[in-house]
């Protein structure tokens, strides 16, 4: 069949989604309905969480988890980059010392390890630093060492580095063999390769699963409310213990984790950016065009198409 | 003189298959010798024993009269430390089938990084040398290029300056251009042959018939981990003695 028109004029015209509209339809009413059954609803306050949310038990209780999180994060880090290193190393000893960590520490509950560290004075009375079998160096009491805090952290930090150094391991097995091979053959040392070749490239594929895990534990923190440290879930209790505004404490609770939460997102997200930046591959859009693309359905086919970066004919320039 | 590379009696197994079986032979100094043969005849093991990224069951190997990987102990050989493996390997370039080229520096980081790392060079000194030697295999104008972006014509020949930026002794090559698209053999071949009438001696496992013909001073032809006949390409190439040399010469050529 043929027609007499310019082929040139002849547009490509995408038909109406009309799955979308139907679907939007129907989201719609659920929402509107589950909003005015919240609102008309006397058993919740609603004015109660804008005067909660700033209060200064709250915002306490904020600062307090985002310390939690940073130290035990820091210290899961350090744990889980030693401990890597340690697997993947020749000493079979220490290799076994770390496998035999991240078995212990990934294979019980955190609950369970940060009520034992805040018992710890039961089993012993003093903690003692000194040669084995020989002289003391150091004695304290263990309950003027043990305080929440330090509890928490014991049991968030080594709880957390087990599981990091499956994050570190993974990202250092990614990295292949023959780059390796050739820092060896031109002479360099095992500790110079892993620092100068191998821990470079694998930290692009260590940061997204660990802003995942940086994320879960911000959460896990809330655990530590548990050995009375007072938290943001630890601040909302004693507040709703003393005025029954269980739910509505919740909400103000759930507002600061996700408020906190996408602030952590949008920095990991700048991060890998920067990261793939430094590697040669084509830099990332940034997040307002992430955000417009993705609900505009286009992210989809833009990252289908920067995949075959070709790099055949070596004429690409950065 | 001692021969820049002697191997006397090497053996070499990878589980219950052995694929060195009493192998000696020798390289001298300035001398360009191709390892031919079909695969699985121990040819690239036989070279990657050479700076010991395999290490051999039995047997001397020695480059430049030292021994590379063991030192002797008693009445037999003990495995050198880290350290002095490294120090002997610095002195032996090597280049990969796949390039293997650290993804995450530039093709100039890639070259300077011998230097800087292993040599102790202060990086300005080791970054004019590392442009000069991208110079050298033609791609000056590459040097801010990740390898991502270069093709493998490109990338080998980075390859090949980031071991010359240690100023080897000794060169080897594993299959050089195999990974190679056909057009972009050629590049590759030119930077080895002037490499060649510099007086490199160079160690090449190779299935360009073409190039060990033209370039090589000897040619050493390996089946089934033995060495089937050795001698210069006039011979082994273009008048093998041996039924095996012929035959694998007739399916290449």
């Known amino acids: 069949m043929s027609t007499d028109r310019d082929p040139q004029t002849m547009r490509v015209v995408t038909p109406r989604r009309y799955g979308e509209v139907i679907a939007g339809i129907i989201l719609a009413l659920i929402l509107a309905s589950l909003a005015t059954a919240l609102m008309s609803n006397d058993q919740l306050d609603i004015e109660a969480i804008p005067r909660y949310i700033f209060s200064p038990v709250i915002l306490d209780g904020v600062v307090q988890t985002l310390l939690l999180t940073a130290l035990s994060m820091l210290i899961g880090l350090v744990l889980g980059l030693a401990s890597a290193i340690l697997r993947v190393s020749n000493n079979r000893v220490l290799a076994a010392v770390a496998w035999f960590y991240v078995w212990f520490f990934r294979g019980t509950p955190v609950l369970v390890q940060l009520i034992f560290w805040f018992n710890l004075g039961v089993l012993f009375q003093n903690i003692t630093i000194g040669v084995p079998f020989g002289p003391t160096l150091f004695s304290i009491e263990t309950n003027d060492l043990i305080t929440p805090l330090t509890a928490a952290l014991l049991g968030l930090g080594l709880n957390e580095g087990a599981y990091m150094s499956e994050v570190v391991r993974g990202g250092v097995l990614s990295v292949d063999g023959g780059q390796i091979e050739a820092a060896r053959a031109l002479g360099m040392s095992k500790g110079k390769t892993l620092r100068v070749v191998v821990l470079p490239q694998a930290l692009r594929i260590i940061i997204p699963p660990?802003?995942?895990?940086?994320?879960?534990?911000?959460?896990?923190?809330?655990?530590?409310?548990?050995?009375?440290?007072?938290?943001?879930?630890?601040?909302?209790?004693?507040?709703?213990?003393?005025?029954?505004?269980?739910?509505?404490?919740?909400?103000?609770?759930?507002?600061?984790?996700?408020?906190?939460?996408?602030?952590?997102?949008?920095?990991?997200?700048?991060?890998?950016?920067?990261?793939?930046?430094?590697?040669?591959?084509?830099?990332?859009?940034t997040l307002g065009q992430v955000i417009r693309d993705g609900i505009l359905g286009r992210r989809a086919r833009s990252l289908r198409g920067s995949a075959h970066n070709n790099p055949g004919t070596g004429e690409e320039q950065r | 003189m001692t021969s820049m590379v002697e191997a006397q009696g090497i053996r070499k197994s990878f589980g219950s298959v052995e694929v060195l079986k009493n192998i000696s032979f020798t390289v001298e100094r300035g001398e360009v010798v191709c390892l031919l043969g079909p695969s699985g005849s121990g040819k690239s093991t036989l070279l990657r024993c050479i700076n010991h990224l395999e290490k051999v069951d039995a047997g001397i190997l020695k480059v430049d009269g030292d021994l590379v990987g063991y030192a002797p102990h008693g009445d037999h050989l003990r495995e050198m430390r880290d350290k002095e493996i490294g120090l002997k390997r610095s002195e032996i370039?090597?280049?990969?089938?796949?390039?293997?080229?650290?993804?995450?520096?530039?093709?100039?980081?890639?070259?300077?990084?011998?230097?800087?790392?292993?040599?102790?060079?202060?990086?300005?000194?080791?970054?004019?040398?590392?442009?000069?030697?991208?110079?050298q295999v033609g791609l000056a104008d590459k040097a801010d290029s990740y390898p991502t972006q270069l093709s493998g014509g490109q990338q080998q020949r980075v390859a090949i300056a980031r071991a010359l930026a240690m100023s080897p002794k000794l060169m080897l090559f594993d299959e050089p251009t195999s990974a190679l698209d056909p057009e972009l053999v050629g590049e590759v071949l030119k930077v080895m042959r002037s490499l060649a009438e510099q007086g490199m001696t160079m160690v090449v496992v190779t299935h360009e018939i073409a190039f060990a013909r033209e370039v090589a001073d000897r040619v050493v032809f390996m089946d089934g981990g033995v060495i089937v006949e050795s001698g210069p390409p006039s011979e082994v190439i273009d008048a093998p003695r041996h039924e095996r040399t012929r035959a694998f010469l007739a399916r290449v050529g």
């Open chain 2, 93 to 135: 370039g090597m280049v990969f089938q796949r390039f293997d080229l650290f993804k995450n520096m530039t093709a100039l980081q890639n070259v300077a990084a011998g230097p800087v790392h292993v040599k102790g060079v202060d990086r300005r000194t080791a970054t004019e040398n590392a442009r000069k030697l991208l110079a």
């Open chain 1, 210 to 285: 660990t802003g995942n895990e940086l994320i879960g534990l911000l959460k896990t923190t809330s655990l530590a409310s548990v050995i009375s440290f007072t938290e943001l879930v630890g601040a909302s209790s004693r507040i709703y213990s003393a005025n029954l505004k269980v739910l509505e404490l919740l909400v103000v609770v759930s507002i600061w984790y996700l408020a906190i939460t996408s602030v952590l997102s949008v920095g990991q997200y700048y991060l890998e950016r920067r990261l793939a930046a430094g590697s040669g591959l084509q830099s990332a859009p």
